[in-house]
């Protein structure tokens, strides 16, 4: 597996491991600069490798700041519970996406709307976001659809803990917590997923072989390789978000 698709938490971390590195390099080859350069050398490096590692630019944006802000925190008496609870708060909100690489992604309301008339409207009808996120898209369809069904999977616990108490109020709602990949999609008649380009190619053998025919398959922003949706609906957003539909 290419070191490119890894996680981007794991790249911005070898990323500024490189960088540092190459400080340690350079002091023990006798180069003596003030605690300010150094700091300034460590995150242009890490740019560097960032970029090298095609991270996005808001965690190349994260990767210049780090160094300045680790300075700014040494010898600061910090207990260390807060590190562990920061930790965990990282874990319970990321950490489903962690090893499956799928950053948490906020659709837009505009996203949301568009996909009332991407869902049919009739009774018995089975809907599924896989990777719902804070259940934004599992809520508002609930609230418009009454007499169709919503599933939420989401692995993240405090995100699912977030959109199981949204959905709460909607019985004809519910968000699971659980991998996506351990989702039977056999009984699904739309399934809709906002992920990353990296899981699109498994997702899509997983759509085809447990979806029936006539069922309906929509992906936000991120396309299915070598597939061409049936329909494109553009979305107000992030640059370049739209709605790809491929109809089973």
């Known amino acids: 597996m290419s070191i490119r698709s890894w996680p981007p938490v794991l790249r911005a971390l070898l990323a500024q491991a490189l960088g540092f590195a190459v400080l340690v390099t350079l002091v023990r080859l006798g180069l003596r600069f003030p605690p300010l350069i150094w700091v300034l050398l460590q995150a242009v490096l890490a740019v560097f490798l960032s970029r090298w590692l095609a991270l996005p630019p808001r965690w190349i944006l994260m990767q210049a700041i780090l160094p300045f802000l680790v300075r700014a925190l040494w010898g600061v008496a910090i207990p260390a519970w807060i590190y562990l609870a920061l930790f965990l708060v990282l874990a319970l909100v990321f950490g489903g996406g962690l090893l499956s690489r799928v950053p948490l992604y906020h659709a837009s309301q505009d996203a949301w709307e568009k996909l009332e008339s991407l869902v049919p409207d009739r009774p018995g009808l089975c809907f599924a976001d896989l990777g719902c996120g804070f259940g934004g898209p599992v809520a508002h369809l609930a609230r418009l659809r009454p007499e169709a069904?919503?599933?939420?999977?989401?692995?993240?616990?405090?995100?699912?803990?977030?959109?199981?108490?949204?959905?709460?109020?909607?019985?004809?709602?519910?968000?699971?917590?659980?991998?996506?990949?351990?989702t039977d999609l056999a009984t699904i008649d739309?399934?809709?997923?906002?992920?990353?380009?990296?899981?699109m190619p498994a997702l899509w053998a997983k759509v085809r072989r447990e979806m029936r025919p006539g069922g309906r398959f929509i992906s936000h922003s991120f396309e299915v390789p070598g597939e061409t949706p049936h329909r494109v609906v553009p979305v107000k957003g992030r640059d370049g978000a739209r709605l790809l539909v491929w109809d089973l």
């Open 149 to 182: 069904t919503f599933l939420g999977v989401e692995a993240s616990p405090f995100t699912w803990l977030v959109a199981w108490l949204r959905c709460l109020p909607r019985r004809n709602a519910r968000i699971r917590l659980g991998s996506l990949w351990r």
């Open 190 to 199: 739309v399934a809709y997923a906002f992920l990353s380009p990296v899981p």
